[in-house]
């Protein structure tokens, strides 16, 4: 599986302070190695037939989608970003 980053998310990226941007770049390995990692704890949004959540920290989460080999990174903030449906 291979990554891609929506202009979102990269904005929200470096938005981001720098200890949680070390954060989101370790947790984006363990899940590029195991979507099903636990720490990532990956699931799907309510609502959403197709828009994922995976956790950084306690409050920290990113929103993603899978396109066939694909995982389109859509968003990385505080965990009210897993609303935002953009």
Not at 15 to 21: C, G, H, N, S, V
Not at 32 to 56: C, F, Q
Not at 73 to 78: E, P, S, T
Request: with cysteine.
């Amino acid at each position: 599986m291979k990554f891609f980053y929506t202009s979102s998310f990269k904005k929200d990226f470096h938005r981001l302070p720098k200890e949680i941007q070390v954060l989101v770049e370790q947790k984006l390995v363990l899940f590029l190695d195991n979507p099903r990692h636990p720490s990532v704890m990956a699931k799907k949004i309510e609502g959403t037939d197709y828009i994922w959540e995976g956790r950084i920290t306690r409050n920290y989460r990113f929103t993603f989608q899978i396109e066939n080999d694909l995982c389109v990174l859509r968003r990385v903030g505080l965990h009210d970003i897993t609303k935002r449906k953009r």
